[in-house]
């Protein structure tokens, strides 16, 4: 099982429609959760951290269920710029200090 | 400004010949991290280094070294034992503390075996 699964998609959803990702993680050790955003041929940019009380930035807001051991995100009012790939990332707070990354959920945006 | 230089951004390597790629920061970060993407794939973590002069393995480290010689500097060298080497490849770094911790990018390298 991998360390952090995450649909690939894509997610292919009109503008204005809203969408939601989620990403599971196997170590309970995982302390820190990110969604990163990539666009192709690019580094990943910080989209927001996930914070255990949850945490909302403009359309986006992002969730941690602890128990279940999964992050989602959640994106609404989509818009045509909003079309990316989108990383979650764990990192484990033990003493390996590694960050992990999921293979991405492709989200596609249409007019 | 702080940040994380790699360079260089576009690399071409014969067949057969080992290859350096730079990482460079300036945010005074303990963890640094080398990852691999390969088309439409997510991010595989080659080697990461918690402290200077120390490293590990990640999940796909054959065919790849790493020193840590200085906290800034965390370079990459892929070598010719590394079989598919064509790839984009990303350096990150970030603190090893509780607080707000972000993960910082270099631009990437695209590195072509020809």
């Known amino acids: 099982r991998k360390e952090v699964e995450q649909d690939p998609g894509p997610f292919n959803v009109p503008e204005g429609a809203t969408v939601a990702f989620n990403c599971t993680y196997s170590?309970?050790?995982?302390?820190?959760f990110f969604w990163y955003r990539q666009d192709c041929r690019k580094e990943p940019k910080l989209l927001m951290s996930?914070?255990?009380s949850g945490n909302e930035d403009g359309r986006f807001t992002a969730q941690l269920n602890r128990a279940s051991q999964y992050i989602s995100l959640l994106i609404r009012d989509s818009k045509l710029s909003d079309s990316a790939t989108y990383l979650c990332?764990?990192?484990?707070?033990?003493?390996?200090?590694?960050?992990?990354f999921g293979s991405g959920t492709r989200l596609l945006v249409r007019p | 400004d702080g940040g994380i230089t790699q360079s260089p951004k576009y690399l071409f390597r014969k067949e057969g010949q080992n290859v350096t790629l730079s990482c460079e920061q300036n945010?005074?970060?303990?963890?640094m991290y080398w990852y691999r993407q390969d088309p439409g794939q997510g991010l595989r973590l080659i080697y990461y280094?918690?402290?200077?002069?120390?490293?590990q393995k990640g999940d796909i480290a054959e065919g790849y070294s790493v020193s840590r010689e200085k906290k800034e500097s965390f370079p990459l060298t892929v070598t010719s034992a590394q079989k598919n080497p064509t790839a984009f490849y990303l350096c990150?770094?970030?603190?090893?503390?509780?607080?707000?911790?972000?993960?910082?990018f270099g631009e990437g390298s695209w590195l072509t075996v020809v």
């Open positions: 990150a770094s970030c603190t090893r503390d509780t607080s707000g911790n972000t993960i910082y």
């Open positions: 945010l005074n970060h303990d963890a």
């Open positions: 280094s918690q402290i200077v002069n120390d490293f």
């Open positions: 170590n309970s050790a995982s302390q820190s």
């Open positions: 996930v914070y255990s």
């Open positions: 990332v764990v990192n484990l707070m033990d003493s390996s200090y590694k960050l992990i």
